[in-house]
């Protein structure tokens, strides 16, 4: 349990509350660590890509919006390296942060410019339903080996078949 300071406790209970989100979000080969608007360091990392956007949260969902201009989020979006990834989200209020929110990343929307990515995210209590424990993710190339060919993945294989048409 976590003791919260007289000013954190003051600025939660206002009826219209001004907090900075943090977003750390681990896309795998690289770590991404966003705020909605002022760059902010806490745990030892900055987190310093600005414009991050909550679009609604709840108790067991995340749907935010984070910019795009460089096309990296994007590019790993389209990669296939966005779905069950960890994210952390924090409220930061005057110097002090607290967690709101642990999950997995679950879906993804770019938008038509590219500058903007939304992301769906999926909290750590509803992840039990959701997440089966052998999981395919999409492939990264086009190549299909030939029929006959056998997949083997957790406790199952697939072969592959000719296409019928």
Not at 51 to 71: H, K, M, T, Y
Not at 113 to 131: H, I, P, Q, R
Request: some cysteine.
């Amino acid at each position: 349990m976590r003791t919260l300071s007289s000013g954190m406790l003051t600025s939660i209970a206002q009826n219209i509350t001004d907090p900075v989100f943090l977003f750390k979000i681990d896309f795998t080969s690289q770590f991404v660590y966003a705020t909605s608007r002022e760059s902010i360091t806490y745990d030892s990392n900055t987190y310093s890509v600005q414009g991050g956007q909550i679009l609604s949260i709840d108790g067991s969902r995340v749907r935010f919006s984070l910019p795009n201009e460089d096309r990296s989020i994007s590019a790993l979006v389209l990669a296939g390296q966005v779905q069950g990834n960890d994210i952390d989200i924090y409220l930061h209020y005057d110097g002090e942060t607290i967690g709101r929110f642990t999950g997995l990343l679950d879906t993804a929307e770019i938008s038509g410019d590219y500058n903007t990515v939304v992301l769906v995210c999926v909290s750590e209590f509803a992840m039990g339903a959701k997440w089966p424990s052998d999981r395919m993710r999409p492939p990264v190339f086009n190549h299909l080996p030939p029929p006959g060919y056998e997949i083997d993945f957790g406790t199952g294989t697939l072969t592959l078949e000719r296409d019928r048409n």
